[in-house]
């Protein structure tokens, strides 16, 4: 059974990472979350953002977050990539798959998956 | 929506934007009903703001002009013959919204509550600050989450530090795994 003691095992084995996470956070995942997104999919898509960005160790340099409605419902679940000093990378339809892609292709090897962006669907 | 566990989901978050420091999920099982209660110690809905976030027209967001949110849980309990309710307040003194929706469960029409657990990790790590109390009780038994007692443990690592999201995932499973199913 999983008790509270493996939660304080968790704080005492964070103690030190987690100033270390603060001021880190160079890649910033948005996933919409809006009547719109959640409908269209956008929990399994978090969910794949999470624990994917975890697995694959990039939870220093990656952080996963949720907002509300992007402004184009068509295009649900939207998911936005924000780098410094990059311009923002927006990503539609999305799903646990593409995810797994834009993890490994984007987020760890640098490289947009110009496909599955919107400003492919635009051209 | 799919699975109601969506439409909860997305009412809650409307809890997390009025502000609310707690967010109460409860859902309660008889043989016959469902009722979900999403309550919250947020800034709360004047009277013609209640009536009118029925309304698919009436939104407070800025992007675009339709609200969906508390319509479509409306239709997902209406059409079971079942129904919602918001009770609101916006004094200064005591201000929240409790949404109550009930659901007949052996209408053919009920949608199945779903994946309630990816639910409630979603809204905490979309809101790891503020405090969630998650009960689903069926059968005499409950499934329990309250991130107070969490945090009490946890001191300053955040609700959303991934060991301490699987650690929610686990508890709330092994929960379900030891509460009888529907009698």
Known sequence: MKSLAELAAIREKMKDKVILREGSGEIRVVVGMATCGIAA?????????????????????????????????????????????????????????????????????????????ITKALA | MKELSLNILDIAQNSVKAGASLIEILLTETPETLTI????????????????????????????????????????????????????????EDHGTAVTALFNKNHIDFTPLGDIISTVTALI???????????????GDAVTLDTRELRAVLGDVPMDQYDVMQWIGEYLREGYAALPACE
């Open chain 2, 125 to 139: 790590q979309g809101a790891p600050g503020i405090d969630w109390q998650f009960v689903h009780s069926r059968g």
């Open chain 1, 41 to 117: 999919g956008a929990r399994p898509v978090l969910n794949a953002f999470v624990e994917g960005v975890n697995k694959e160790g990039l939870a220093e340099k990656v952080t996963v977050s949720q907002t509300g409605c992007i402004g184009v419902c068509q295009f649900e679940p939207v998911v936005e990539v924000f780098e410094a000093d990059k311009e923002k990378v927006t990503y539609i339809k999305m799903t646990p798959e593409k995810a797994a892609e834009v993890i490994e292709k984007h987020l760890k090897g640098g490289k947009v998956i110009a496909d599955y962006t």
């Open chain 2, 37 to 92: 209660r999403i309550v919250d110690n947020g800034c709360g809905m004047t009277a013609a703001q209640v009536e009118s976030v029925m309304d698919p027209f009436f939104t407070t967001r800025t992007t675009r002009s339709v609200g969906l949110g508390v319509p479509l849980l409306k239709l997902a309990a209406e059409q079971t013959g079942g129904s919602v309710e918001i009770v609101s307040s916006a004094q200064a």
